[in-house]
């Protein structure tokens, strides 16, 4: 079976920086879509950023120009690189591929 296995998350001062890894395995890194999701305390969980087998990328308006997904194939590792972060990126956040989730990681944001 598939496995995700987060890691990266910390806590950092606003305008910092945080590089989330993900890395997984079960054969099929390459073939699926994979995503970085965000739950924070009283709210639902919300996509962040999608980056599609071909390369392709989508962004969460409220991250754009903030956070790039990347994905090393030869790795199997799936990476949210975050810059210039804000008080109100704090959550736990989740990597997710192919109705697999990862355990997730918690990022806080301090002002």
């Known amino acids: 079976q598939v496995q995700l296995v987060e890691s990266g998350g910390g806590l950092v001062q606003a305008g910092g920086s945080l590089r989330l890894s993900c890395a997984a395995s079960g054969g099929i890194f390459s073939c699926y879509p994979m995503g970085w999701y965000r739950q924070a305390p009283g709210k639902q969980r919300e996509l962040v950023a999608l980056?599609?087998?071909?390369?392709?990328?989508n962004y969460a308006d409220s991250v754009k120009g903030r956070f790039t997904i990347s994905r090393d194939n030869a790795k199997n590792t799936l990476y949210l690189q975050m810059n210039s972060l804000k008080p109100e990126d704090t959550a736990v956040y989740y990597c997710?591929?192919?109705?697999?989730w990862g355990q997730g990681t918690q990022v806080t944001i301090s002002s």
């Open positions: 980056i599609r087998s071909g390369g392709s990328t």
């Open positions: 997710y591929q192919y109705s697999t």
